[in-house]
């Protein structure tokens, strides 16, 4: 295994030397500990590497990054010692711009480009509606939250974990709500677009404009794949959603007698 370490990044993998990495990069007000429950859905082939942006759980006291520009340098700066085998990019929400940004920034240093970059519920940087949630006060974005779904409304009722928890949104949403990508060439990599059949940020009529824009974004094929349920639809549909991503980086990994995930 790679000895990397870094505050930014949480690995779990079942093989001392797998095959493929995933990269996933969480939604706003998230953690890599969403993508954990993932680790126990993937062969032993594949290594999950969960980002952990600065300012929450472990990393509670470390300064916020304030800037898409800044986020995507720190990553670029810790991942490429891990990309020396080959790899794809998952980001939900404002994890999937983070994932297209990051993309181009390695590419720009000369690392190796991902096999594939998976997209959820979010169009297209450059086409994603953009508000100004991070400017109100603390109950619209409580309603923002509740919006979405994915937080629990006990949470969201007490007032010391509303608290510990809304700096840390309010500070994500002023990031993707202030990001203007730059013009770029397209990516030369497949882009699968993901969604949930009631998301509010991309849904179906959203979707049949060019993929939520994202097929404007590469030369290559873009996929769309839409799950049953909400904004946050990836945890009830976890087993299906790690599936797609498997079936998509590798056929193989999702037959010859393995029981891994497996979709209808």
Sequence with gaps: MNPVHSPWIRRWSGAAAPRLRLVCLPHAGGSASFYRPWAALLPPEVELLGV??????DRFEDPATDSMDELVTALADVLPPLLDRPYAL??????SAVAWELAHELGRRGAPAPRRLFVSGRAAPGTAVVGDVHRQDDDV???ELRRLGGTSGDVLEDPGLRALILGTVRNDYRLIETYRPSARPPLDCPVHVLTGSEDP???QERLGERAGGWADLTTARTEVRTFPGDHFYLTPRRREVV???LRRMDPSLTTGGHVWPSTP
């Design 52 to 57: 952990q942006y600065p300012g929450r759980e």
């Design 90 to 95: 998952f980001g939900h929400s404002m994890g």
């Design 141 to 143: 974005l409580c309603a």
């Design 201 to 203: 940020e991309l849904d």
């Design 243 to 245: 599936a797609t991503v």
